[in-house]
């Protein structure tokens, strides 16, 4: 089964390692030590909701017909491009305005993680219609 969201897993993780090797190797000298913890902040933001988009993706192959891990996934993907992308753009451009959206993109991630815990409870809970069958 081919899936979008295992597909931007896998590349927003490619590009944070590739972000964080950069960052390391290249912006160590350049970067203040404070510019150097936001973008550090944006790799580590990155890395950890790749991940989640690979969750997801695992996820949906149970339950592919899910509208909220279908809006969790592309929630996660938001925040990545809004949050971590406003904090590169931070210490990379110089651009303070930036700063103002990185928290729309935190609010995407609290959003995508409780969707995610919500999938999770409605899963679990048992059908009415099933604990009839059972008796």
Known sequence: ????????????????????????????KILSPEMMAVYQTAVTYQMWHALG??????????ASDS??????????????????GSLYGLALLNLNWLGMITPVGGVCFLTAWLLIALF????????????????
Do not use: D, E
């Not at 988009?53 to 149970?62: D, E, G, H, K, M």
């Open 53 to 62: 988009l690979i969750a997801i993706a695992q996820l949906r192959v149970q």
């Open 1 to 28: 089964m081919k899936s979008g969201f295992l597909f931007l897993g896998a590349i927003c993780a490619f590009i944070g390692v590739g972000m964080g090797a950069f960052g390391a190797h290249a912006l160590k």
């Open 120 to 135: 999770t409870i409605k899963k679990q809970s048992p059908s009415r219609y099933n604990n009839n069958a059972r008796r």
């Open 67 to 84: 509208g909220l891990l279908t809006f969790a996934g592309v929630l996660m993907f938001l925040g990545i491009l809004l949050f971590s």
